[in-house]
């Protein structure tokens, strides 16, 4: 009797990987021998957010709001500094930020992360802060709020500091169903 194993496995005998190497064949057990039970590691799940990763180069950020920004007409609504604080405190800092600025229905606010480049011994030292900021923002909890983040204008810290754009939430969610008029 034919099992669906083999025939799987008469059917894909000759393809290839896409990287081109070919993955070593399993040895077959013998007639009448039990077969052996593989058992493959569980891995956690893991959450795959579907938005690109946030960078510095302004991508997604609204060029309306950008214009603004450049011209004074609009300034951040928010600002968080985290000059001289450790990395796990600016960590937690930043997603309190952004959690209260969400709730808050802020549009961009503005992180001050400082430069990270100085000079120790003739060493240039870069800052830890600024360097982790993008990881903290592409966090799947986090990246659901943020829509862009964007280098800052020099007028609000230059580049040592980011405007970030948030989401709005939906009109639907921020009004209550008992404030509309029943008829």
């Known amino acids: 009797m034919v099992k669906d194993a083999d025939i799987f496995a008469a059917a894909m005998a000759d393809v290839k990987r896409i990287d ?3 993955r070593a064949a399993r040895p077959q057990p013998e007639k009448g021998a039990a077969a052996p039970v593989v058992r493959r590691a569980v891995r ?14 302004g991508s997604g950020f609204d060029r309306d709001v950008s214009r603004k920004l450049s011209r004074r007409q609009l300034a951040p609504e928010a600002t968080i500094d985290l000059h001289g604080m450790t990395l796990a405190a600016a960590e937690g800092a930043v997603t309190r930020f952004l959690e209260r600025a969400v709730d808050r229905d802020l549009r961009v606010v503005l992180v001050v992360t400082g430069k990270g480049l100085r000079e120790e011994n003739g060493r240039t030292i870069t ?4 360097s982790e ?6 966090r799947t909890d986090i990246r659901a709020r943020v829509r862009a983040v964007r280098a800052a204008h020099a007028h609000h810290g230059g580049t ?18 008992r404030a509309t008029p029943q008829r």
Request: net charge positive.
């Open 20 to 22: 081109g190497k070919r």
């Open 44 to 57: 956690p799940p893991v959450a795959i957010s579907r938005e690109p990763e946030l960078s510095a180069d």
């Open 127 to 130: 800052g830890r802060i600024r």
């Open 133 to 138: 900021f993008f990881g903290w923002l592409n």
């Open 160 to 177: 040592g500091a980011f405007y970030v754009l948030l989401r709005r939430r939906s009109s639907a969610s921020s009004r209550s169903l």
